[in-house]
């Protein structure tokens, strides 16, 4: 699959600045060690994000071509949001890791930069000539996977696992619950209206040889069905273990969240 980089790199992008707003709201109450350790997690998330990014084009050093279209590129936008978002994070990160305190303001500008890289990103696709990208579902799997995976992060990393925090960890496990169920359903509320926007689109207008991606997108139906099987298994299990706090519970349904994200990504992707 040629677009693997691609698919690696948003992904981990998104997944990172999903870290990162979860973290923006733990912040307060969590302890310098756990907020190291899981500003480093998305540091690292993103940093491959953006080397796996290189490994698209057929000469990486090519990329810093990219920048020289902001006013009128997405792609450089893209680039220069995720860079921004990087280096702020990574100056956050070696605060806390050199003076054992967090710089507060520094830690929702990155998210606020990550989420704006994520719009810009979701905005090359959905301007391509590629029909089963130029709709609003791309934004909504794009911004999912922002919310889905950094909930899962939130959950598996030790933001607040100390005792005085506890009845804040309980709060927020709780806004993750909600951000998955919630994310869940208005993407399979809108599948309705992106199946017929499909269905209605003047194929020959659109497609951009050699790639058919309906043609493709009808193919992966079976994987389409076992993508919305997982989402919506594993977001159940995930909201009654998060609510529940059962750990066990969250790391399945954790579990089935990602790989899910992972195969929606894989089918966005497969247009040939």
Same mark, same amino acid.
Do not use: D, H, M
């Given at each position: 699959m040629h677009e693997l980089p691609l698919l690696i790199?948003?992904?981990?992008?998104?997944?990172?600045?999903? /870290?990162?707003? *979860?973290?923006?709201?733990?912040?307060?109450?969590?302890?310098?060690?756990?907020?190291?350790?899981v500003l480093l997690t998305a540091c690292v998330m993103g940093g491959l994000g953006l080397i796996a990014s290189t490994l698209h084009l057929g000469y990486p050093l090519n990329a810093f071509n990219a920048l020289r279209h902001v006013a009128s590129s997405w792609?450089?936008?893209? /680039?220069?949001?995720?860079?921004f978002y990087l280096a702020v994070l990574g100056l956050c990160t070696l605060i806390l890791l050199v003076k054992k305190r967090l710089v507060s303001v520094l830690l929702p500008i990155a998210a606020l930069l990550g989420l704006i890289d994520v719009w810009c990103m979701s905005a090359i696709y959905a301007n391509s000539s590629i029909i089963t990208w130029m709709h609003f579902n791309t934004w909504l799997m794009f911004y999912g996977a922002v919310g889905i995976l950094g909930a899962v992060g939130m959950a598996w990393l030790p933001i607040l696992n100390t005792g005085p925090v506890m009845q804040t960890r309980n709060t927020l496990l709780r806004l993750a619950v909600v951000c998955v169920v919630g994310i &869940?359903? /208005?993407?399979?509320?809108?599948?309705p209206a992106y199946v017929d926007y499909l269905a209605n689109a003047p194929l020959k207008s659109?497609?951009?040889l050699p790639h058919q991606p309906l043609?493709? *997108?009808?193919?992966?139906?079976?994987?389409?069905?076992?993508?919305? &099987?997982?989402?919506?298994?594993?977001?159940?299990?995930?909201?009654?273990?998060?609510?529940r706090n059962r750990r066990t519970g969250l790391l399945a349904g954790g579990v089935l969240l990602?790989?899910?994200?992972?195969?929606?990504?894989?089918?966005? *992707?497969? /247009?040939h």
């Open positions: 790199f948003t992904l981990l992008v998104q997944g990172s600045v999903g /870290i990162t707003l *979860f973290l923006t709201l733990g912040a307060g109450a969590a302890k310098p060690l756990p907020q190291a350790t792609l450089s936008r893209e /680039i220069v949001f995720a860079s &869940v359903a /208005i993407r399979l509320l809108a599948q659109v497609v951009t043609e493709a *997108f009808a193919r992966l139906e079976g994987l389409r069905l076992v993508c919305w &099987v997982a989402s919506v298994v594993g977001a159940v299990l995930f909201a009654v273990s998060g609510w990602v790989l899910a994200e992972i195969a929606f990504r894989f089918v966005f *992707f497969n /247009i």
